[in-house]
């Protein structure tokens, strides 16, 4: 569903992303882990065609985003580490324009139903954003990548800052979307969360993808180990 | 998609006070402007009909009187308010509203606003064309300076563009959205203008047409500074940038560079200074005929050629009053000095017109400013057209009135007298306003400056917003 072939950013002589392999398949969630600067947050602006790629392509669902920028965004949600969405507007009013923005009109009745299923309670779709903590922006952030029927998501730090509950809320999200096919990149630091979550990992350094293996392959200790040899 | 972006942003403007604020304080000071400008408009025409009835019964009933002291004794010519001057008073304020006819001289308007005024008015009156001028184009900055810088600074701008919304509808929608309440604004302005002037009595000509390309000009003028200010926004980092680069645009536009290019419109072809252009006038009269010279050089040859042609010896001889014959001669040849040096002021003020006409490139006022006028019928032009009728008016009047002497008394006869039924035969003084016609042709640069800058505006918002980067 994603796939990244000799993907690479140059900025002048800096490397911020040396050519790059990557794919995630359906139903998978493909962690990144690694330092700040280390690429992650750079791969997943490839992906939505924010930079332009100095060499190699990026795919979603066999579209090049590069070539068909507004066929690729169709199939693609977005969640950055801080969800920013119009203060003035309620959660549901959020969700519905975005909606509009990618094509997709839906009654109040459906949009309460993405809401719900983010886990957004009730009584908050109607209230403003400004009135949101960052927990509650990050399930409307869910809902709209509901509601946008997206079959790929990439999520960049999404559970920085969140509490443990709040967190764990947004993984059992996660794991509920990829049962349903959604293929899912995310660029976290949280090692606990990328284990328990994801199917995938991915150790990138200084631009480079160091180590990739599955989850079932390595528990949490060796995981920890694995991550601070690279590191060192 | 563009209906659901309209929505979301007029939503998120009515709910923030800076506009509903701006916008209702903009609707009142709009209505006060239109109705200021009513009373003023009835006021101004009830004292011009009051003064033009006066004018014409003192003429009529100025009793028994040899016809020439009549033409000496004149009359005035009162220029017409034009309807629409309402909402654009143009220069009538500096331009004088009568003219003195008289025989021999032709004078100039009279009794300008701005002499009755006190410096207060100097920093600028509350009146429509103030507001549709200048606080609008502000408003719409005010409105519309944060329109994409809001969304990147906050970072809705990374989520938008990750749903893939094509450029052109964000980019429409937004317009509409900062537009449309511009747009209501300026219809309520007019549509008050048009029952206020449809409800005063005897408001004179005045046409839908000019109306409604009034209108369409200040749409068009509001559309190029919706264009910048979003063009602004899109390429700003900051809010705060965009803001302060767009002030210095208004200031640029609508304050700097119409100071500058009448500064250098006048040092390119400065006007004469009243005394010079005087002067000028009176080296010409001198060396020329004059009706009550007899001994001048000029006035000897006319008598002599006038003598030879009849045949005759003695100017007493001719068949009809030389007196009259020779002040009309008089009166005629200085009426050709006149139109000289009145020809050449035009010539500056035309000289003056195409400078700002090439200036206009440089500033989307510049070409709002003159059309505005000139379909006010407020600018110089209308006030020259009106100076010209006047003129001729004059020479009419004068003619008629030596023509009576030559043909009804003898040369000599200085007692001879006419009475209210010569002064009755002079038709009164009928001012009709430039046609539309006139006015589209004179204005056509300016219109199409405008347009251009229409244009312009909008290709370079569409591409920026295309190549806006959402950092």
């Not at chain 1, 764990?168 to 293929?183: C, D, I, P, W, Y």
């Not at chain 2, 000095?337 to 989307?364: D, G």
């Not at chain 2, 909008?458 to 806006?468: C, E, G, H, L």
Request: glycine letters at 6%.
């Amino acid at each position: 569903m994603l796939q990244a072939s000799n993907l690479s950013k140059f900025y002048g002589h800096t490397v911020a992303l040396h050519p790059l392999n990557l794919t995630v398949q359906r139903g998978e969630i493909y962690c990144l882990l690694g330092a700040n600067g280390a690429g992650k947050t750079t791969t997943i602006n490839l992906f939505l065609n924010f930079i332009q790629p100095t060499d190699g392509s990026a795919l979603v669902a066999g579209i090049d985003v590069v070539a068909r920028p507004e066929e690729s965004k169709a199939k693609l949600a977005y969640i950055p580490e801080n969800l920013m969405l119009y203060p003035n507007l309620s959660g549901l009013e959020n969700v519905d324009y975005f909606s509009a923005l990618a094509r997709q009109r839906y009654s109040r009745d459906e949009l309460t139903a993405f809401l719900t299923q983010a886990g957004l309670q009730e009584e908050a779709h109607d209230k403003r954003i400004s009135t949101y903590s960052k927990g509650m922006r990050q399930k409307v952030g869910i809902a709209i990548a509901l509601a946008k029927k997206a079959e790929a998501l990439l999520l960049d730090e999404p559970t920085s800052g969140l509490d443990p509950k709040a967190s764990n809320e947004f993984s059992e999200l996660l794991k509920k979307m990829s049962q349903r096919g959604v293929a899912t990149l995310m660029a976290t630091h949280d090692l606990f969360r990328a284990k328990e979550t994801g199917t995938h990992l991915g150790i990138m350094k200084e631009g480079r993808l160091v180590e990739q293996l599955t989850t079932d392959q390595i528990n949490h200790t060796d995981l920890e180990k694995l991550y601070l040899k690279h590191m060192n | 998609m563009i209906r659901a972006i309209l929505r979301k942003e007029l939503t998120e403007n009515v709910r923030e006070g800076r506009f509903r604020v701006v916008i209702l304080t903009l609707l009142l000071v709009t209505v006060v402007s239109v109705l200021v400008s009513k009373r003023y408009y009835e006021s101004v025409n009830e004292q011009h009909e009051r003064a033009r009835a006066n004018a014409r019964q003192e003429w009529v009933g100025q009793g028994q009187k040899n016809p020439h002291s009549a033409a000496h004794y004149g009359t005035y010519a009162f220029k017409p308010k034009y309807p629409l001057s309402l909402i654009d008073n143009g220069v009538d304020k500096y331009a004088g509203v009568s003219i003195f006819l008289e025989a021999h001289k032709r004078s100039d308007a009279q009794y300008m606003a701005a002499q009755d005024q006190t410096a207060l008015s100097r920093f600028g009156d509350l009146t429509p064309d103030f507001i549709l001028m200048f606080l609008i184009p502000l408003v719409i900055i005010l409105l519309g300076f944060n329109a994409f810088t809001r969304e990147r600074e906050s970072g809705t701008l990374r989520l938008l563009k990750s749903q893939g919304v094509p450029v052109g509808r964000l980019l429409l929608g937004k317009w509409v959205a900062l537009y449309l309440p511009i747009a209501i604004v300026t219809l309520v302005l007019f549509a008050l203008a048009a029952i206020l002037l449809s409800g005063i009595r005897d408001y004179g000509v005045f046409g839908v047409g000019a109306w409604l390309l009034l209108l369409m000009v200040f749409l068009v003028y509001y559309a190029v500074f919706t264009n910048l200010t979003l063009l602004v926004s899109a390429v700003s980092p900051r809010s705060s940038l965009s803001f302060v680069a767009l002030l210095g645009l208004w200031v640029l536009s609508c304050l700097a560079m119409p100071k500058a290019s009448s500064a250098m419109a006048d040092s390119l072809f400065p006007y004469p200074t009243q005394l010079e252009f005087e002067e000028q006038i009176a080296r010409d009269k001198r060396s020329g005929l004059n009706g009550h010279d007899p001994w001048n050089a000029a006035a000897k040859k006319l008598e002599e050629e006038t003598l030879a042609r009849h045949n005759v010896q003695t100017v007493a001889e001719l068949p009809f009053n030389w007196d009259g014959y020779f002040m009309q001669q008089g009166e005629e040849h200085e009426a050709e000095i006149y139109f000289k040096h009145y020809q050449s002021l035009k010539e500056t003020y035309q000289n003056q017109t195409r400078v700002y006409k090439t200036l206009a490139v440089l500033s989307p006022f510049l070409p709002t400013r003159f059309l505005s006028m000139a379909i006010c019928r407020t600018d110089y032009h209308a006030h020259w057209d009106f100076a010209d009728a006047a003129e001729k008016y004059r020479l009419m009047l004068v003619g008629k009135m030596n023509g009576d002497m030559v043909e009804n008394s003898k040369t000599g006869e200085w007692d001879y007298l006419a009475d209210e039924k010569l002064w009755a035969a002079v038709p009164d003084f009928d001012y009709q306003p430039l046609s539309q016609r006139t006015v589209l042709a004179l204005q056509q640069g300016n219109l199409l400056t405008l347009l251009g800058w229409w244009l312009v505006s909008a290709m370079a918002v569409y591409v920026a917003v295309k190549k806006m980067s959402i950092f």
